[in-house]
Structures are given as C-alpha cells and as structure tokens.
C-alpha cells in the first residue's frame, strides 16, 4: 500500500480526529489504514499524532481482539464546522426524496447544522445558492408514498432492540419480528412473521396500517441484513439464478461501468462485446432491467429466463 503525498498528512489527521470521536469503540489501527490507504506503520504514527494533540485519546475496552482507539469524555465539537458543499449535498438530498415528511426533516436538519456557523451563515448561503443553481437531476418517474417519520421510528427501535411488531397488512393483523428496512423506490420492511416459522418475507411498508411496537422481544440469531439483500438483483428472495448477460459493442463502455451486483464479473469480448455473470435471485426484476437496456442486451442463460423474458415481450405486444 502506498502512503498519499505529505501535503494532506495535516487534513488527514483533522479527519482521523472526527472519525474518531464518531465511533463510541474508537477506532482501529486496520481501519485507519484502510480508510486512508496508508500502511499500518504510517496508520499507527497517525494515532500516535492524534495523540500529541489530543491526550484525552486512549484505547477503550471492547470485545474484539483487536485494539480500539478512541476519545474518553472529550468533544471535538468546537472543532467541527460544515463546508457550503456538505449542506449543498443534503439539500439536493431533500429535493430529491418523494416523502414529505422526510423532506421536512431534512430541512429542519439543515437547519440545525447551519446555527452552528452562524458567524459564516451569509457566506455560507451564498455558497449554497451558487451550487444549487449549477446541479440538477433528471426528472424519475416513481411512486410517492406516504411513510410518516413515527412509522420509521417504530421500525428503526424494533430491529435495534429486537422487539416484535404488530400491524394490519393486506387487511391482516400480523405479528412481525423486524430485521431491516430496504430502501428501493419504495421502502421495504424485512421480517419473519411469527405465525409462519423463520422464514424471511419483504413487505412493503407503505401498506401497513397501525403498525406498533409489543413488549415481546425476539431473537434475530444470525440473521445479516446486507448478506440478505446481496442474494437477490432487486427486494425479494426467489431461485438463485445463474445469470449471464451480453452487451452489444455500442453498450458495451457503458454496461462495463455498470454495478449490476455485488457477486458479478466481467469480460470484454474480442468483438466489443462485453458479457457479465453473476448470481441473484428476482427474475421479474432482472427482466424488468434487461428491457430498459433494450435490444442491445441478451439473455444467454439460464434458459429459464430466456423463456420468461421472451413471454414478458410476447405479453407487451399482446396488449397493443
């Protein structure tokens, strides 16, 4: 790993300082190496740097093996101010969100960061506008759903505490152990339904009503969100499908820059083409993305969902 130039030790060290104190464990010296590719020699003389500045770092007690770094009853608070660029980037985030009352929200938290400089607020709001009038982003045609803050609150305090939910869902009263919310273009709530054994099921929390928390906890086991969601191409569990696609030579610059997921792999063919393989589950959401890329995008296998794909195409011609 090579170390970065000399002339952004000093910004690196600033950063190190709230990346530091964001985390209650403190940090590691392997996750400073890696979030600033250094090695673990220089990551180690970084600490130690910190720690000329600040001697109220000190390693903190955690279960790991490895040594957690970190600061004790300190706050860099006063050293901490915000660049008209990170609230530019939080604004275009609040115009971009369809939930009112996470746009709302948002901009009351704008709000919060903007009184802490307020020395620089005329400045900083200049700053803003002038980066606002130069960034835009296509119109997304998408649903709107209503998904009020307490709703989320409830979900969030479920799967942080492990307790069980109850809500009316398709005109049934279920009790659901919470394990995750998926955003998409629309928000998914991922649970095992008590009533149903431990299986994991996607329902979409727009359609719950009087959703609630219950005093009955749960056990999650070892149930890991993001391995979940990396088995399927979209939200939901199906067949795992061994998936190869293939790109014309016009597509293929584009498509070889595309995340398609996280277990594929590429290849530029010697005629320009470029093929992608991968493994996931949701058919109907593969077939749905390989349409928008058009006729310049094949199925090769599996043959299963050619066969789908072609029936898919059959039926959108049949209702002309």
Known sequence: MEDKPRYSRVSDILDL??????????VTINEIAERYNVSRRTAERMRDSLICIFPQIDEIETDDVQKHWGFTNYSISQLISFTPK???NIEQLQRRTTNTEMKDELGRTVEKIKSFNRKNINSI?????LIMQTE???VRQ??????????LGIVREAVQFSKMATG???DKERLLEPLGMIYGEKIYLVAREKAKGDEVYTYLLHKFENLRLTDKTFDKGDFNLQEHTNKSFGVFQGEILDVKLSFSPELAQEASHYNFHPTQRGKLEEDGSYTVKFKASGSKE???????WGAGCKILAPKSLQKDYKKYLQDCLNNI
């Open 17 to 26: 300082a709230i990346f530091m104190s964001s985390k209650i464990q403190g």
């Open 86 to 88: 990170e609230l530019a």
């Open 125 to 129: 709001e200049k700053n803003i506008e």
């Open 136 to 138: 835009g982003y296509a």
């Open 142 to 151: 998408m649903p709107q759903y209503k998904i009020s803050l307490e709703m």
């Open 168 to 170: 009316v869902y398709h």
């Open 286 to 292: 593969i077939i749905w993305h390989v349409f928008r």
